[in-house]
């Protein structure tokens, strides 16, 4: 028989029992909350850090000059010749374009420096709204002409001096000065508008039976301002580079006077690279260089740059058409 004092056990023991599990359930409970808690955090923190890398790409993509060669991943440079040694690699990756320039090297007793000009900018893309200049009259056949940088893009400066307008000014005595000479000639800018690395080299690439390419350039370093000068070319190894280079800087340091620093192959330009014909781009002086930099700002000067680079392809052309 049970005593009711048997049952009051029973009873009591489930009854702690109970209490036991409750504290266990609550105690679960509090954990899951603070799991939850703690993931829900970790995904906000995450969202807002994709959100901020967003915003922070979108106004990098948005901005001009400077930027625009350094957010190019893996840009590679890869050295083909002896003219220029493996320093240029680290050039390159440092600041490019307004600063244009990042080192310099001895080579062969002459000083080689370098800019991040014309480094592939997949990224962006060509103006559409581009002013391009065709002579429809063929008489020695067609060159093209490209006045780096311009519009956003003011490429590298020496105070008010800025490498878009020079590079414009050049390449506009050019055009001239080959319609004299009885060339057509087409221009990738005639005026002040920002035209994509790839656009440029499409649209040279879209013209019939283009004889030469020469795209103009003007050089900078950040240290040895004073004693760093000269003219110097960059190609690309196809069919009539070498030598169209090798001509258009020799040419323009005779007329001119300037230094020469000869010329290089250089695989990641675009304008040279990308495009189909004999190509060079010609970086004509040093803005960095205060002396060099008012010669070449002034018209007397930029004439005889054209002059020269013409009398370059005059010579090219004969010998290779
Ligand atoms: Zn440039």
């Known amino acids: 028989m049970y005593s009711g004092r048997d049952d009051d056990y029973y009873d009591r023991r489930d009854e702690a029992e109970l209490r036991k599990q409750f504290r266990r359930r609550l105690r679960l409970k509090r954990f899951l909350a603070a799991l939850i808690l703690v993931l829900g955090a970790a995904l906000v923190c995450f969202l807002l850090f994709l959100l901020g890398k967003g915003i922070v790409s979108f106004f990098k993509s948005g901005s001009s000059g400077s930027e625009y060669v350094e957010e190019v991943p893996g840009v ?34 002459a000083d080689s420096t370098g800019t991040g000009d014309a480094v592939d900018n997949t990224g962006q893309t060509g103006n559409t709204d581009t002013e391009v200049t065709t002579d429809t009259e063929r008489h020695l056949g067609l060159i093209a002409i490209d006045a780096g940088h311009g519009g956003m893009d003011s490429g590298t400066y020496n105070g008010e001096i800025l490498e878009k307008n020079i590079n414009l000014q050049i390449a506009l005595k050019l055009r001239d000065e080959l319609k004299n000479r009885g060339y057509s000639v087409y221009m990738t800018r005639d005026d002040d508008t920002y035209v994509g690395l790839q656009k440029r080299a499409e649209l040279v690439n879209s013209q019939d039976n283009v004889l ?88 007397d000067y930029q004439k005889l740059i054209a002059r020269g680079i013409a009398d370059a392809i005059d010579e090219f052309t004969k010998t290779h058409y």
């Open 76 to 109: 590679q440079l890869e050295v083909v010749d002896n003219v220029f040694t493996p320093e240029d690699l680290l050039r390159l990756f440092g600041k490019a374009d307004t600063a244009d320039s990042t080192g310099t090297v001895d080579n062969n007793g």
């Open 212 to 299: 030469a390419f020469v795209s103009i350039h003007q050089n900078a370093v950040d240290s040895d301002k004073s004693s760093i000068y000269g003219i110097e070319g960059w190609t690309y190894k196809r069919e009539g580079c070498g030598e169209l280079a090798e001509l258009v800087v020799n040419h323009v340091c005779d007329i001119t006077g300037a230094k020469n620093r000869g010329y290089a192959f250089k695989t990641n330009l675009v304008v040279t690279s990308k495009t189909t014909m004999p190509a060079v781009l010609l970086e004509c002086g040093f803005l960095s260089n205060d002396d060099e930099c008012a010669k070449l700002a002034s018209e």
